[in-house]
């Protein structure tokens, strides 16, 4: 997924902590109705490194002239440890943050917990300056639960291909806007230069946020599943086992070296310094490489590859939330309206430029005149990508769970990163996919069994 990221986002990292004295903002997002709180000026957050929350802390002086006094600490993690950080602080009513950076996975999750407000009942629907209505409708079901939004998007994306306009033009290869996995496969065949560029660049890197979360939509679109109706694992099914095998062969064969290292943040800079000919991954990506001008002008986009579905986008969003056992909880929304209001967005394109506003959230940012002349070459496809996504069907089979790169059951975290340490070790050559794949379909027998 995805993820400006931290995208992404390891296990083994090391704890980065970012301590902003700040202030906040009202730039129309409104202080919110009701919600506790304490005489505390000061709202911590936990976020996930990436670079839109740089810009975030760049910009959080603008949120200090509206709000005198209010301080915003950030807690800065990589993605893994600060999943690990705040669902440990969340579920003992630990209470170290006002407000959490959370998925869209986690957010129903938490929710039926009761670990989550309800933002539309405490805050949003007395926040009229909000605009609840202009969020992207697949981005807000996937935050909601039980009618209510718990978290709010800061941004959303899916997937899409990115390649050099150049290189294939001087390979010969044109490509259409909703290509096939075969003909991509074809032309990082032909577009491969070992020891220069490599012909697609995938992530090998171990993580369900990582690996699984472009692995997944391959799986999805070549007519495999994580589970049956039975909650029966079919991670050795011929579908998934023929879609394991075609991305491990394909990045091993015409992928980036040492791709079983490489997640999100690694491809972004191999893609920069043009040693990518093609690269899947998010569509947040392009606000990155937008920033690069001579990478930029040279890179074309099209919708994610198929095989036997129509789409094969993921859908993620990178959301804040306020825990319940906040003491804070009036100042928290406060900020979280501001960091996703349509005026936030507004700044970030004055003072950055458009082309960075963080894409994927509201509706109002793919009509608004500056970002659609700045993003021209690659909105409507972001925009068109996460409209497009169903995560009740996103496979052919039917299945019992929602998610495309990923299964909303709280075990899939655990799951999910076995099963990348196992995709990451066939691809680095350590075992086979089949060997990967038998571990896989062990390791979800008895996540299944719990679900029946």
């Known amino acids: 997924m995805a993820i400006r990221a931290s995208r992404r986002w390891q296990a083994a990292s090391v704890l980065a902590l970012a301590a902003i004295g700040a202030a906040a903002c009202g730039g ?45 600490k950030f807690d800065t993690l990589p993605e893994n440890q600060e999943r690990s950080e705040i669902q440990k602080d969340i ?31 405490k805050f949003i629907n007395s926040d009229s300056s909000y605009d609840v209505s202009d969020l992207l409708p697949p981005i807000a079901n996937s935050l909601s639960y039980n009618g209510g939004l718990y978290s ?14 150049s290189m294939l033009k001087a390979a010969g290869i044109t490509l259409p806007q909703h290509p096939t996995w075969a003909q991509v496969a074809a032309a990082a065949a032909k577009l491969n230069k070992p020891g220069k560029v490599a012909g697609i660049c995938l992530r090998g890197e171990n993580g369900w946020g990582e690996n699984l979360a472009t692995l997944d939509t391959v799986i999805n679109t070549y007519g495999g599943s994580w589970y049956n109706t039975s909650w029966q694992p079919q991670l050795t099914s011929p579908a998934t086992e023929s879609a394991v095998n075609f991305y ?12 079983a290292n490489d997640g999100f943040t690694e491809l972004l800079t191999l893609y920069e310094q043009n040693k990518c000919a093609m690269w899947y991954d998010s569509t947040v990506a392009a606000g990155s490489i937008s920033a ?29 939330g306020i825990p319940k056992d906040s003491a804070n909880q009036a100042n928290a929304w406060k900020f979280v309206s501001w960091a996703t209001s349509k005026p936030y967005l507004q700044l970030v394109g004055q003072k950055l430029g458009w082309a960075q506003v963080p894409p994927g959230s509201r509706t109002s940012t793919y009509t608004n005149p500056n970002y659609a002349k700045a993003a021209s070459a690659f909105a409507s496809v972001t925009e068109q990508s996460i409209n497009s996504v169903n995560q009740a069907k996103a496979t052919v089979p039917k299945v019992p769970y929602v998610g495309i790169q990923f299964v909303d059951i709280p075990q899939f975290e655990d799951l999910g990163t076995s099963v990348s340490n196992q995709i990451a070790g066939a691809i680095a050559g350590s075992e086979s996919v089949s060997q990967a794949l038998q571990a896989s379909q062990q390791d979800a027998v008895p996540v299944g069994q719990a679900q029946k």
Request: glycine content about 12%; cysteine-free.
């Open 91 to 121: 579920s003992t009513n630990g209470g170290l943050y006002d407000v959490v950076m959370i998925s869209n996975y986690e957010t129903p999750i938490w929710a039926k917990n009761g670990w989550l407000d309800n933002l539309s009942t």
């Open 248 to 259: 491990v062969n394909l990045v091993k064969k015409d992928g980036e070296p040492g791709a």
């Open 28 to 72: 129309g997002a409104g202080g919110g109705g009701g919600g506790g709180g304490s005489s505390s000026k000061t709202v911590t957050v936990a976020v996930v490194a990436n670079p839109d929350i740089t810009q975030m802390e760049q910009l959080i002086s603008n949120f200090e002239k509206q709000n005198p006094g209010i301080k915003v």
């Open 152 to 165: 709010v998007p800061f941004y959303g994306e899916s997937s899409m291909l990115y390649y050099r306009t």
């Open 292 to 320: 690069v001008p001579s990478v930029f002008k040279d890179t074309s986009y099209a919708f994610a590859p198929t095989e036997k579905t129509p789409a094969s986008g993921w859908l993620y969003t990178w959301s804040l």
